[in-house]
C-alpha cells in the first residue's frame, strides 16, 4: 500500500523558512519523480519543485532561489526546504510521486498547512 505522509508545516514569519517532508512507503522515491504542489485558498494547485529520478531538480519560478527540493534515499523521504517565505507563499503543500511502469499513476500526500504571516 501506497503512502505519502507529509510533515514540517506550521505557522512562520515573513522571511522565516521552513522545511516539509515527504515521507514515503509502498515504492522507492529515487525511482520515480517526485514533486511538491501547493493551492492556496481559492487557487487550483500549483506546482512548485519537481526532483526527477535522474537527480536534476526543476522549480517553478515562484521557488526559483528560494525552496531546494531534495531526497533521502536511506529514509525514502523527500525534502523541501523553504527560505525567505512571504505571505504569497501561504497554501496547503502536497507531495507527489509520479509513476511511470508499469501503469502511469500519481500517489499523493494528504497536504499540509503552510501559513505565513506576521
Known amino acids: 500500500q501506497v503512502q505519502l505522509v507529509e510533515s514540517g508545516g506550521g505557522l512562520v514569519q515573513p522571511g522565516g523558512s521552513l522545511t516539509l517532508s515527504c515521507a514515503v512507503s509502498g515504492f522507492i522515491v529515487r525511482y520515480l519523480d517526485m514533486a511538491w504542489y501547493r493551492q492556496a485558498l481559492g487557487n487550483q494547485r500549483e506546482l512548485v519543485a519537481t526532483?526527477?529520478?535522474?537527480?536534476?531538480?526543476v522549480y517553478e519560478d515562484s521557488a526559483k532561489s528560494r525552496f531546494t527540493i531534495s531526497r533521502d534515499n536511506a529514509k525514502n523521504t523527500v525534502h523541501l526546504q523553504m527560505n525567505s517565505l512571504e505571505p504569497e507563499d501561504t497554501a496547503v503543500y502536497f507531495c507527489?510521486?509520479?509513476?511511470?511502469?508499469?501503469?502511469?499513476?500519481?500517489?499523493w500526500g494528504q497536504g499540509i498547512q503552510v501559513t505565513v504571516s506576521s
Open positions: 526532483l526527477r529520478s535522474s537527480g536534476a531538480a
Open positions: 507527489k510521486g509520479h509513476q511511470i511502469l508499469p501503469v502511469a499513476h500519481d500517489y
